[in-house]
């Protein structure tokens, strides 16, 4: 019987954060330039930085490793959340695109804490 191994696309906390990371991308790529380089640019960064180190936690050889950017990626989670909450104050995004976020940043820490619990309980070191 064949070993079945686990891929990126297989972690449910990836593949939200990744789809998430373009969705915000594709609303602050039409802000005009101060918005966007005030507001926009910080915002991406946080939101791509959650896919961004659960990949690169996968990557990784070592539990400590590993769950070190997992953990990166949970507080860039919460900087998102102070972004999108910015955003939707200062009138830059619609509650419609506010609450999707919100909505989709709110299924990570669960997602995160059960990725950080499954690689303490697989790997040794």
Avoid at 3 to 8: D, P, S, T, V
Avoid at 15 to 40: E, H, M, P, R
Avoid at 104 to 113: A, C, D
């Amino acid at each position: 019987m064949d070993k079945k191994y686990l891929k990126l696309n297989d972690i449910d906390a990836y593949k939200i954060a990744f789809s998430l990371s373009n969705y915000v991308w594709d609303l602050i790529v039409k802000w005009n330039q101060f918005n966007s380089d005030t507001v926009g640019k910080q915002f991406i960064r946080a939101v791509d930085s959650i896919s961004a180190n659960i990949a690169e936690g996968f990557g990784r050889y070592s539990k400590k490793d590993k769950i070190k950017f997992f953990r990166i990626s949970f507080g860039s989670m919460y900087e998102s959340l102070d972004w999108n909450e910015k955003a939707f104050k200062r009138k830059l995004i619609s509650k419609s695109d506010y609450d999707y976020i919100f909505s989709e940043l709110q299924k990570l820490p669960k997602l995160i804490h059960q990725l950080i619990k499954f690689t303490n309980s697989k790997l040794s070191e």
